[in-house]
Protein backbone atom coordinates (compact mmCIF):
# COMPACT_ATOMS: atom_id res chain seq x y z
CA UNK A 1 0.00 0.00 0.00
CA UNK A 2 1.58 3.64 -0.78
CA UNK A 3 2.27 5.87 1.86
CA UNK A 4 0.78 9.49 0.84
CA UNK A 5 1.85 12.63 2.76
CA UNK A 6 0.56 16.21 2.34
CA UNK A 7 2.48 19.07 1.10
CA UNK A 8 3.25 20.19 5.06
CA UNK A 9 4.03 16.59 6.09
CA UNK A 10 6.96 16.60 3.47
CA UNK A 11 8.02 20.26 3.72
CA UNK A 12 8.35 19.40 7.59
CA UNK A 13 10.13 16.49 6.98
CA UNK A 14 12.75 18.31 4.89
CA UNK A 15 12.77 21.11 7.79
CA UNK A 16 13.64 18.63 10.75
CA UNK A 17 16.63 17.02 8.11
CA UNK A 18 18.03 20.58 7.62
CA UNK A 19 17.80 21.23 11.28
CA UNK A 20 19.14 17.68 12.26
CA UNK A 21 21.92 18.85 10.07
CA UNK A 22 24.97 20.41 11.88
CA UNK A 23 27.11 21.69 8.55
CA UNK A 24 23.81 23.98 7.78
CA UNK A 25 23.59 25.32 11.34
CA UNK A 26 26.45 27.67 11.21
CA UNK A 27 28.07 27.97 7.51
CA UNK A 28 29.65 30.75 5.84
CA UNK A 29 28.55 31.31 1.98
CA UNK A 30 30.55 33.61 -0.04
CA UNK A 31 29.16 35.25 -3.49
CA UNK A 32 27.59 38.41 -5.39
CA UNK A 33 24.50 39.91 -3.81
CA UNK A 34 21.58 40.42 -6.26
CA UNK A 35 18.43 41.51 -6.11
CA UNK A 36 18.89 43.09 -2.34
CA UNK A 37 15.72 44.60 -0.54
CA UNK A 38 15.40 46.71 2.59
CA UNK A 39 12.25 46.01 3.60
CA UNK A 40 10.54 48.67 6.06
CA UNK A 41 10.50 46.48 8.72
CA UNK A 42 14.03 46.51 9.03
CA UNK A 43 14.62 43.56 7.28
CA UNK A 44 16.50 42.65 4.03
CA UNK A 45 15.91 40.13 1.81
CA UNK A 46 18.36 39.34 -1.38
CA UNK A 47 20.28 36.36 -3.03
CA UNK A 48 24.14 35.31 -3.57
CA UNK A 49 25.10 33.59 -6.91
CA UNK A 50 27.98 32.27 -8.39
CA UNK A 51 28.32 30.79 -11.55
CA UNK A 52 26.87 27.77 -10.76
CA UNK A 53 23.58 29.09 -9.23
CA UNK A 54 21.78 31.22 -6.68
CA UNK A 55 20.61 31.16 -3.05
CA UNK A 56 17.91 33.11 -0.87
CA UNK A 57 18.89 34.88 1.74
CA UNK A 58 17.37 36.96 4.16
CA UNK A 59 18.65 38.73 7.29
CA UNK A 60 16.32 39.67 10.04
CA UNK A 61 16.06 43.48 11.56
CA UNK A 62 17.53 41.86 15.02
CA UNK A 63 20.52 40.62 12.98
CA UNK A 64 21.50 43.87 11.84
CA UNK A 65 24.17 44.57 13.84
CA UNK A 66 25.92 41.83 12.25
CA UNK A 67 26.05 44.08 8.79
CA UNK A 68 28.50 46.67 9.22
CA UNK A 69 27.82 48.49 5.49
CA UNK A 70 25.27 48.75 3.32
CA UNK A 71 25.04 46.03 1.06
CA UNK A 72 24.12 46.25 -2.66
CA UNK A 73 23.76 44.42 -5.70
CA UNK A 74 26.94 43.50 -7.17
CA UNK A 75 29.05 43.17 -3.55
CA UNK A 76 31.21 40.51 -2.91
CA UNK A 77 30.37 39.00 0.36
CA UNK A 78 31.03 36.45 2.87
CA UNK A 79 27.30 35.38 4.80
CA UNK A 80 27.43 33.47 7.54
CA UNK A 81 23.94 31.90 9.07
CA UNK A 82 22.07 28.75 9.04
CA UNK A 83 20.07 27.18 6.04
CA UNK A 84 16.41 26.02 6.94
CA UNK A 85 13.51 25.55 4.63
CA UNK A 86 10.57 27.84 4.68
CA UNK A 87 7.76 25.78 5.58
CA UNK A 88 4.74 28.00 3.47
CA UNK A 89 6.57 27.62 0.19
CA UNK A 90 8.58 24.72 0.74
CA UNK A 91 12.02 26.62 -0.49
CA UNK A 92 15.17 26.60 1.54
CA UNK A 93 17.30 29.75 2.04
CA UNK A 94 19.93 30.82 4.01
CA UNK A 95 19.11 32.81 7.52
CA UNK A 96 22.11 35.29 7.62
CA UNK A 97 23.68 35.88 11.13
CA UNK A 98 26.12 38.32 9.89
CA UNK A 99 27.66 39.63 6.64
CA UNK A 100 31.27 40.89 5.23
CA UNK A 101 32.77 41.79 2.40
CA UNK A 102 34.89 39.39 0.40
CA UNK A 103 38.37 40.19 1.28
CA UNK A 104 37.60 41.20 4.91
CA UNK A 105 36.55 38.37 6.63
CA UNK A 106 39.67 38.60 8.38
CA UNK A 107 39.91 41.74 9.39
CA UNK A 108 35.99 40.93 10.76
CA UNK A 109 37.30 38.02 12.47
CA UNK A 110 40.22 39.81 14.20
CA UNK A 111 36.86 43.00 14.90
CA UNK A 112 34.61 40.23 16.83
CA UNK A 113 38.19 38.04 18.85
CA UNK A 114 39.11 41.93 20.61
CA UNK A 115 35.26 43.11 20.88
CA UNK A 116 34.67 40.26 22.66
CA UNK A 117 38.40 40.16 24.88
CA UNK A 118 37.60 43.71 25.23
CA UNK A 119 34.04 43.09 26.48
CA UNK A 120 35.44 40.24 29.09
CA UNK A 121 37.77 42.65 30.35
CA UNK A 122 34.71 45.06 31.67
CA UNK A 123 35.52 48.07 29.51
CA UNK A 124 32.10 47.95 27.74
CA UNK A 125 30.38 47.76 31.05
CA UNK A 126 27.91 50.92 31.88
CA UNK A 127 29.12 51.47 35.51
CA UNK A 128 32.75 53.01 33.61
CA UNK A 129 30.74 55.57 30.99
CA UNK A 130 30.48 59.03 32.41
CA UNK A 131 27.79 61.48 32.02
CA UNK A 132 27.70 64.12 29.07
CA UNK A 133 28.20 67.03 30.98
CA UNK A 134 25.69 70.25 29.91
CA UNK A 135 26.46 73.52 29.07
CA UNK A 136 30.04 72.72 28.18
CA UNK A 137 32.22 75.87 27.18
CA UNK A 138 35.18 74.06 25.42
CA UNK A 139 34.70 71.04 22.88
CA UNK A 140 37.55 68.67 21.79
CA UNK A 141 37.53 66.98 18.45
CA UNK A 142 39.88 64.18 17.12
CA UNK A 143 39.03 63.63 13.40
CA UNK A 144 41.00 64.78 10.16
CA UNK A 145 40.99 68.06 9.06
CA UNK A 146 39.69 68.38 5.88
CA UNK A 147 36.79 65.99 6.23
CA UNK A 148 33.21 66.52 5.87
CA UNK A 149 32.88 65.42 9.61
CA UNK A 150 34.86 68.34 11.00
CA UNK A 151 32.89 70.36 9.15
CA UNK A 152 29.50 69.14 10.47
CA UNK A 153 30.71 69.04 13.89
CA UNK A 154 31.78 72.42 13.43
CA UNK A 155 28.79 74.18 11.92
CA UNK A 156 26.34 72.20 14.08
CA UNK A 157 28.37 72.99 17.12
CA UNK A 158 28.39 77.14 16.90
CA UNK A 159 25.22 77.49 15.54
CA UNK A 160 23.86 75.91 18.78
CA UNK A 161 26.35 77.83 20.86
CA UNK A 162 28.15 80.63 19.28
CA UNK A 163 30.00 80.88 22.60
CA UNK A 164 31.28 77.86 22.31
CA UNK A 165 35.24 76.99 22.20
CA UNK A 166 36.39 74.29 19.68
CA UNK A 167 39.58 72.81 19.74
CA UNK A 168 40.65 70.84 16.81
CA UNK A 169 43.20 68.23 17.23
CA UNK A 170 44.03 67.15 13.43
CA UNK A 171 44.58 63.08 13.38
CA UNK A 172 44.59 60.71 11.06
CA UNK A 173 41.78 58.75 10.85
CA UNK A 174 42.43 55.59 8.35
CA UNK A 175 46.16 54.40 7.18
CA UNK A 176 49.19 53.60 8.59
CA UNK A 177 49.88 55.56 11.92
CA UNK A 178 45.90 56.27 12.27
CA UNK A 179 45.21 54.49 15.71
CA UNK A 180 48.95 56.37 16.90
CA UNK A 181 47.70 59.32 16.16
CA UNK A 182 43.91 59.11 17.17
CA UNK A 183 45.38 58.03 20.98
CA UNK A 184 47.60 60.52 21.07
CA UNK A 185 44.93 63.38 20.32
CA UNK A 186 42.69 61.89 22.82
CA UNK A 187 45.38 62.46 25.29
CA UNK A 188 46.46 66.00 24.48
CA UNK A 189 42.71 67.36 24.19
CA UNK A 190 42.52 65.07 27.87
CA UNK A 191 45.55 67.08 29.51
CA UNK A 192 44.06 70.47 27.46
CA UNK A 193 40.93 70.44 30.37
CA UNK A 194 38.07 70.39 27.57
CA UNK A 195 34.67 69.29 28.73
CA UNK A 196 33.86 66.76 25.85
CA UNK A 197 35.87 64.92 23.41
CA UNK A 198 34.25 63.96 20.10
CA UNK A 199 36.75 60.84 18.11
CA UNK A 200 35.05 59.95 14.83
CA UNK A 201 35.19 60.19 11.37
CA UNK A 202 33.07 60.26 7.63
CA UNK A 203 31.82 56.51 6.92
CA UNK A 204 34.11 53.92 4.75
CA UNK A 205 34.83 50.36 4.78
CA UNK A 206 35.84 48.15 7.31
CA UNK A 207 39.29 48.63 6.02
CA UNK A 208 38.74 52.19 6.04
CA UNK A 209 37.23 51.93 9.44
CA UNK A 210 39.73 49.62 11.23
CA UNK A 211 42.03 52.31 13.07
CA UNK A 212 38.86 52.73 15.62
CA UNK A 213 39.01 49.09 15.93
CA UNK A 214 42.56 49.31 17.51
CA UNK A 215 43.13 48.03 21.13
CA UNK A 216 45.33 51.06 21.90
CA UNK A 217 42.58 53.49 20.85
CA UNK A 218 40.36 51.95 22.99
CA UNK A 219 42.35 51.87 26.06
CA UNK A 220 43.27 55.28 25.34
CA UNK A 221 38.75 56.46 25.14
CA UNK A 222 38.73 54.29 28.25
CA UNK A 223 41.66 55.83 30.59
CA UNK A 224 40.53 59.28 29.55
CA UNK A 225 39.38 61.20 32.46
CA UNK A 226 37.52 63.56 29.95
CA UNK A 227 33.58 61.90 28.50
CA UNK A 228 34.20 60.72 24.89
CA UNK A 229 31.72 60.55 22.25
CA UNK A 230 32.64 58.08 19.33
CA UNK A 231 30.96 59.22 16.11
CA UNK A 232 32.63 56.63 13.62
CA UNK A 233 30.90 56.15 10.02
CA UNK A 234 27.67 55.78 9.35
CA UNK A 235 24.50 54.79 11.64
CA UNK A 236 24.91 51.19 10.45
CA UNK A 237 28.79 51.22 11.30
CA UNK A 238 30.35 49.83 14.32
CA UNK A 239 33.52 50.09 15.71
CA UNK A 240 35.39 48.88 18.84
CA UNK A 241 34.96 52.61 19.83
CA UNK A 242 31.86 53.07 19.74
CA UNK A 243 31.10 50.58 22.53
CA UNK A 244 33.55 51.56 24.80
CA UNK A 245 33.02 55.38 24.33
CA UNK A 246 30.39 57.23 26.90
CA UNK A 247 28.34 57.46 24.44
CA UNK A 248 27.76 56.36 20.80
CA UNK A 249 26.44 58.95 17.94
CA UNK A 250 25.54 57.41 15.05
CA UNK A 251 27.03 60.51 12.66
CA UNK A 252 29.61 62.92 13.44
CA UNK A 253 26.48 65.77 13.00
CA UNK A 254 24.53 63.49 15.96
CA UNK A 255 27.65 63.90 17.83
CA UNK A 256 27.43 67.45 17.87
CA UNK A 257 23.97 67.87 18.98
CA UNK A 258 24.79 65.69 21.33
CA UNK A 259 27.88 66.90 22.81
CA UNK A 260 26.58 70.85 22.37
CA UNK A 261 23.16 72.41 24.42
CA UNK A 262 21.28 74.03 22.25
CA UNK A 263 21.74 77.86 23.37
CA UNK A 264 19.12 79.69 21.53
CA UNK A 265 16.92 76.40 23.67
CA UNK A 266 18.97 78.06 26.88
CA UNK A 267 17.98 81.19 26.33
CA UNK A 268 13.79 80.14 25.69
CA UNK A 269 13.73 77.82 28.39
CA UNK A 270 15.01 80.27 30.66
CA UNK A 271 12.13 82.89 29.90
CA UNK A 272 10.04 80.33 29.92
CA UNK A 273 11.32 79.73 33.83
CA UNK A 274 11.67 83.40 34.31
CA UNK A 275 7.88 83.90 33.30
CA UNK A 276 6.33 81.17 35.09
CA UNK A 277 8.69 82.13 37.97
CA UNK A 278 7.09 85.65 37.92
CA UNK A 279 3.42 84.18 37.17
CA UNK A 280 4.19 82.17 40.59
CA UNK A 281 5.03 84.77 42.78
CA UNK A 282 2.37 87.06 41.51
CA UNK A 283 -0.11 84.96 42.75
CA UNK A 284 1.86 84.06 45.74
CA UNK A 285 1.86 87.59 46.48
CA UNK A 286 -1.46 88.09 45.63
CA UNK A 287 -2.83 85.12 47.79
CA UNK A 288 -0.19 86.50 50.83
CA UNK A 289 -2.50 90.00 49.98
CA UNK A 290 -5.02 88.92 50.46
CA UNK A 291 -4.70 86.87 53.67
CA UNK A 292 -2.89 90.23 54.92
CA UNK A 293 -5.80 92.35 54.33
CA UNK A 294 -8.08 89.36 55.76
CA UNK A 295 -5.81 89.57 58.76
CA UNK A 296 -6.02 93.07 58.98
CA UNK A 297 -9.64 93.15 58.92
CA UNK A 298 -9.43 90.82 61.70
CA UNK A 299 -6.92 93.04 63.64
CA UNK A 300 -9.22 96.33 63.29
CA UNK A 301 -12.41 94.22 64.38
CA UNK A 302 -10.11 93.13 67.28
CA UNK A 303 -8.15 96.17 68.14
CA UNK A 304 -9.13 98.27 71.50
CA UNK A 305 -9.07 101.31 69.55
CA UNK A 306 -11.43 99.92 67.20
CA UNK A 307 -13.33 98.39 70.23
CA UNK A 308 -13.79 101.86 72.10
CA UNK A 309 -14.53 103.57 68.41
CA UNK A 310 -17.71 101.00 68.26
CA UNK A 311 -18.27 101.97 71.82
CA UNK A 312 -18.22 105.12 71.92
CA UNK A 313 -20.77 105.11 68.65
CA UNK A 314 -22.98 102.55 70.71
CA UNK A 315 -22.79 105.16 73.68
CA UNK A 316 -23.89 107.95 70.89
CA UNK A 317 -26.37 106.03 69.40
CA UNK A 318 -27.88 104.60 72.91
CA UNK A 319 -27.61 109.00 74.12
CA UNK A 320 -29.46 109.56 71.29
CA UNK A 321 -32.65 106.73 71.85
CA UNK A 322 -32.56 107.74 75.28
CA UNK A 323 -33.14 111.76 74.16
CA UNK A 324 -35.43 109.82 71.65
CA UNK A 325 -37.01 108.25 74.68
CA UNK A 326 -37.19 110.60 77.06
CA UNK A 327 -38.80 113.27 74.48
CA UNK A 328 -41.39 111.07 74.06
CA UNK A 329 -42.39 110.27 77.34
CA UNK A 330 -42.55 114.23 78.16
CA UNK A 331 -44.53 114.55 74.82
CA UNK A 332 -46.59 111.77 76.36
CA UNK A 333 -46.55 113.17 80.30
CA UNK A 334 -47.55 116.54 78.53
CA UNK A 335 -50.51 115.42 76.77
CA UNK A 336 -51.75 113.88 79.76
CA UNK A 337 -50.98 116.32 82.03
CA UNK A 338 -52.93 118.81 79.63
CA UNK A 339 -55.77 116.23 80.04
CA UNK A 340 -55.54 116.31 83.17
CA UNK A 341 -55.61 120.30 83.79
CA UNK A 342 -58.63 120.37 81.47
CA UNK A 343 -60.59 117.81 83.71
CA UNK A 344 -59.17 119.47 86.78
CA UNK A 345 -60.11 122.96 85.22
CA UNK A 346 -63.87 121.88 84.94
CA UNK A 347 -63.71 121.16 88.91
CA UNK A 348 -61.78 124.66 89.68
CA UNK A 349 -63.41 127.22 92.68
CA UNK A 350 -62.41 129.81 90.05
CA UNK A 351 -63.91 128.43 86.99
CA UNK A 352 -67.19 127.69 89.08
CA UNK A 353 -67.13 131.19 90.69
CA UNK A 354 -65.91 133.09 87.22
CA UNK A 355 -69.60 131.61 86.15
CA UNK A 356 -71.68 133.48 88.68
CA UNK A 357 -71.22 131.35 91.23
CA UNK A 358 -69.98 131.84 94.42
CA UNK A 359 -68.18 130.46 97.68
CA UNK A 360 -70.00 131.15 101.31
CA UNK A 361 -68.60 130.66 104.65
CA UNK A 362 -69.25 131.71 108.23
CA UNK A 363 -67.52 133.60 110.28
CA UNK A 364 -65.54 130.20 111.11
CA UNK A 365 -64.59 129.66 107.96
CA UNK A 366 -66.67 126.85 107.39
CA UNK A 367 -68.49 126.62 104.63
CA UNK A 368 -72.46 127.30 104.22
CA UNK A 369 -73.97 124.38 102.00
CA UNK A 370 -77.43 124.36 103.87
CA UNK A 371 -80.03 126.78 105.66
CA UNK A 372 -79.88 125.01 107.96
CA UNK A 373 -76.33 126.22 108.96
CA UNK A 374 -77.33 129.86 109.39
CA UNK A 375 -79.13 132.06 111.32
CA UNK A 376 -80.74 135.19 110.78
CA UNK A 377 -78.49 138.52 111.88
CA UNK A 378 -75.43 135.96 111.32
CA UNK A 379 -72.62 137.46 109.36
CA UNK A 380 -71.48 135.43 106.22
CA UNK A 381 -68.28 135.83 103.70
CA UNK A 382 -69.31 135.48 100.39
CA UNK A 383 -66.16 134.66 97.81
CA UNK A 384 -66.51 135.90 94.15
CA UNK A 385 -63.70 135.84 91.39
CA UNK A 386 -62.10 139.55 92.58
CA UNK A 387 -62.92 139.44 96.53
CA UNK A 388 -64.81 139.09 99.38
CA UNK A 389 -68.44 140.25 99.93
CA UNK A 390 -69.47 140.59 103.67
CA UNK A 391 -73.06 140.13 104.14
CA UNK A 392 -76.13 139.31 107.53
CA UNK A 393 -78.53 136.55 106.97
CA UNK A 394 -81.58 138.74 106.81
CA UNK A 395 -83.97 135.63 105.77
CA UNK A 396 -83.26 132.10 104.58
CA UNK A 397 -85.67 129.64 102.92
CA UNK A 398 -85.24 126.12 102.00
CA UNK A 399 -85.83 125.41 98.27
CA UNK A 400 -86.06 122.12 96.18
CA UNK A 401 -83.84 123.01 93.14
CA UNK A 402 -83.88 119.09 92.31
CA UNK A 403 -87.02 119.23 90.73
Known sequence: MKNIYSVGQVNRYVKNMFTQDFVLQKVYVKGEVSNCKYHPSGHIYFSLKDET?????????????????????????????????????????????????????????????????????????????????????????????????????????????????????????????????????????DQAGVDVIIVGRGGGSIEDLWAFNEEKVARAIFECNTPVISAVGHETDFTIADFVADMRAPTPSAAAELAVDDFRQIIRNCQDYQDRLQRSMQNKLDILRAYLKQYQMKMDYLSPATRLRDNRQRLVDLEEELRGAMKEKIKTDRHTLSLYLERYKGLSPLNKLNQGYSFVTDREGKAVTSTSQVQKGEFLEISVTDGVIEAEVVNSRKENWNI
Open 53 to 189: GVLSCVMFAGQRRGLAFRMKNGDKVVAGGSVDVYERDGRYQLYAREITLEGAGALYERFLALKEELEEMGMFAQEYKQPIPHFIHRLGIVTAPAGAAVQDIRNISLRRNPYLQIILYPALVQGEGAADSIVQGIRML
